[in-house]
């Protein structure tokens, strides 16, 4: 029984900054069907599948038959880029229904494009897809910072051995790395000679992730969230699926003794943040 | 390529005489694939089979599949019966061979007549996988001589020298020695030739995992709470998981004083602390073992099915593989893998936890089918509920030909207070930057 890939949880920006694919399809070997295509990032992550939560923001249909779809999953790091063709054909239906933006959890594999300039593009190609709810998408984000945070550990405690190739294998692998993680960590330290500069400017990007749940959980402590709580409930009250016009948003919550200064501030934080977007001027629609 | 490979192959198989050239061709010509370099690539080849070919397999290292071993050791028990063999009845020997690093089952091809304690030196025996464990083959090509009788330990040391946790016994184990506190305990009675015997059933814990136990004799004064060190007792697969069976040959005694063991009853009987999915595929079976992850995909079959009325297999129009046509009945399931970034498992929900996890019926997943008029509904409604979501499960898992599976026999959704873990990883990011 072949092992089934497992899914990373990586950050928009490791999983973007990764330019060595391992295509063992590329090779004539019989016994390479088992073998994955894989991507090693700057830090050694081999990632197969990947499982993203993220707000998609925007998705086109391109192609020339018009059946293919690109989309972005947006995560506080970056965007992931996925496409969608006729061999995913739920989440083709998915993306062209999906309403932006949304909070979605997206099961792929990673796909590296290298065209002949010798750019790398990666992406991702759906196995799954769904709308989610936002406290799965900060259970996310905390979960990725903590297994992506364990790898910068297992990878600075390899580069900090100035050990290298099988000589750095068997050490890991002796200090319970996991086998695959030991192979990437080797083959990511010979190609990319990541340095404490990357690392760095990952954990900036895991403490800004970290930070932007923080700021949320705060804000329930003053008073903010209990204007956006109740906007939100007469935005429900109000929505008949097209949206909320501003006007009549303002005019009621003046009638419960809301300012519209308020109600300003409110809106455009809740806008800034996602909890809900513009579909057209001057109508605000809640993201579900 | 080739022809620049040849010699280094040349190199390996001279190196590795018993290894299989083309198993060798192809590793080096996969670990190149990986654009590893050719040295690099014999050295791993080398390391891999040397193995293999250079020690004497001690009876604890012995892997399924592996032939040409010689091995030492003393036999533990042995029965003697007749198979039949293409008609004909074939005497053939079985039971436990055991040295200072392990025990394991073996059968005995030939007619021979071997006994309890007998010190052994085996030539060019094979092992299989059977009932998840590691079996030794001693066939007609297999040579067997007797050993002086100092030259391994006693029937007595070999059965009282395993001790462990309950977390690491697995089944490679036959009789392990441990310390556990009884956290269930039922008594049945059960008919053995025609004579009523009361079986002990129940759960051991300690601060590692727990596991299912049996004992044929009564145990005087034991009871859920009392702290039990036993040695010499059996390990038997129950259900996929390993479970421990005490007999009339197993010591055991009740451990009064309990104030230095790492664990308590309550304590030891919590289970609710999920562990890394990887640190499971380690393992054979274990018992009552608690994950979380993300539901990541939905197999089919979940949903509404239909199971045999006599065999409760799952059939498809009325069809039963053993009974016929058949008017089944419909039962509902979820098989839901689920990742949490270090692996992944199958779960399997019964109908009950299904309906839990789902949030509907089965009599509304029914109608569902009945309204569409298709049997992917009820499936499809479940993917858009379910994948994505946050799941906690605690059950039994095997690891199987089929994979991976944990049956669950609890569910609940994961603590999604986030403040502790944000604060504790901001704290982390800050010590790695300023200290």
């Known amino acids: 029984m072949v092992e089934r890939e497992v899914a990373q949880r990586i950050f928009a920006k490791e999983f973007n900054d990764s330019t060595l694919n391992i295509d063992p399809g590329k090779q004539v070997d019989n016994n390479s069907i088992y073998t994955p295509n894989f991507l090693i990032t700057p830090i050694g992550t081999k990632v197969n599948r990947v499982f993203v939560v993220g707000v998609v923001t925007e998705v086109d249909n391109i192609g020339t038959d018009n059946n293919i779809w690109r989309a972005r999953i947006v995560d506080p790091t970056g965007a992931f880029v996925v496409y969608a063709g006729q061999y995913q054909p739920e989440a083709s239906i998915f993306l062209s229904t999906v309403e932006i933006p949304a909070y979605v959890a997206l099961v792929g594999k990673a796909r590296a494009y290298i065209p002949e300039d010798g750019n790398v593009y990666v992406s991702i190609r759906p196995e799954e897809i769904n709308v989610v ?66 690392i760095e400017e990952l954990k900036t990007a895991i403490k800004d992730c970290l930070e932007s749940i923080d700021v949320e959980s705060f804000e329930t402590s003053s008073d903010e969230p209990d204007i956006e709580e109740f906007l939100i409930e007469i935005m429900k009250d109000l929505d008949e699926g097209k949206g909320v016009d501003y006007g009549e948003l303002i005019d009621l919550a003046q009638e419960k003794g809301v300012s519209e200064q308020t109600v300003e501030d409110a809106v455009s934080s809740m806008l800034s943040n996602g909890k809900c977007y513009e579909p057209k001027i001057g109508i605000i629609k809640i993201v579900s | 390529m080739d022809n620049n490979l040849a010699p280094h192959l040349d190199e390996l198989t001279r190196a590795l005489e018993n290894v299989d050239e083309n198993l060798i061709k192809n590793e080096l010509e996969k670990l190149l694939s990986y654009r590893v370099p050719v040295e690099e690539a014999k050295r791993t080849i080398l390391r891999k089979y040397k193995s293999n070919v250079l020690y004497p397999k001690n009876i604890g290292n012995l892997k399924a599949n592996s032939k040409g071993l010689e091995i030492n050791g003393r036999i533990i028990d042995i029965q003697n019966k007749t198979v039949n063999v293409k008609g004909e009845n074939v005497p053939i020997s079985s039971g436990i061979i055991a040295d200072s690093t392990g025990a394991c089952y073996f059968t005995l091809w030939e007619d021979m007549s071997l006994n309890i304690g007998d010190a052994l030196k085996i030539k060019n025996a094979y092992t299989r996988k059977w009932q998840n464990r590691v079996q030794l083959n001693i066939g007609n090509r297999s040579e067997i001589t007797y050993l002086s009788d100092e030259s391994l330990p006693s029937v007595d040391e070999i059965t009282r020298q395993n001790k462990k946790k309950l977390f690491d016994i697995s089944f490679s184990d036959i009789y392990v020695n441990s310390i556990a506190i009884v956290v269930e305990l039922y008594h049945r009675e059960v008919n053995v030739k025609n004579r009523k015997t009361t079986v002990l059933e129940g759960v051991l814990a300690d601060e590692t995992g727990k596991l299912p136990f049996t004992s044929w004799t009564p145990l005087e004064g034991v009871d859920i709470g009392k702290v039990i060190q036993f040695e010499g007792a059996f390990v038997q697969t129950f259900k996929g998981v390993p479970s421990i069976n005490i007999n009339e040959s197993t010591s055991l005694e009740i451990v009064d004083s309990t104030e230095n063991l790492p664990f308590t009853y309550e304590t030891a009987s919590d289970t609710s602390k999920p562990v890394p999915i990887k640190n499971i595929l380690n393992k054979d079976g274990m018992f009552e073992v608690s994950i979380e992850g993300n539901i990541i995909s939905l197999r089919s079959g979940s949903g509404i099915i239909t199971r045999c009325p006599t065999c409760n297999r799952v059939i498809f129009k009325n069809k039963c593989r053993a009974h016929g046509t058949v008017e089944g009945y419909h039962d509902m399931r979820i098989k839901a893998i689920l990742d949490d970034g270090t692996s992944a498992i199958t779960v399997i929900l019964n109908r009950e936890l299904s309906e839990i996890v789902y949030g509907s019926s089965m009599y509304e997943a029914e109608d569902i089918i009945q309204n569409t008029l298709s049997q992917d509904a009820v499936y499809e409604d479940m993917r858009r509920r379910l994948i994505g979501k946050y799941l906690g499960v605690c059950g039994n898992s095997s690891n199987t030909d089929f994979g991976p599976t944990l049956v669950a026999k609890s569910v609940w959704v994961p603590d999604g207070s986030l403040d502790d873990r944000v604060h504790n990883l901001l704290k982390r990011l800050e010590g790695v930057n300023y200290g």
């Open chain 1, 133 to 198: 709810e936002s406290y799965i998408r900060d259970q996310w984000l905390v979960d990725t910072a903590e297994l992506t945070l364990d790898r910068i550990d297992t990878y600075s405690k390899a580069i900090s051995t100035e050990l290298k190739g099988s000589d750095l294998y068997d050490y890991l692998v002796q200090n319970n790395v996991p086998f695959d993680f030991a192979e990437g960590i080797t083959l990511s330290l010979g190609y990319y000679h990541t340095g404490e500069d990357y």
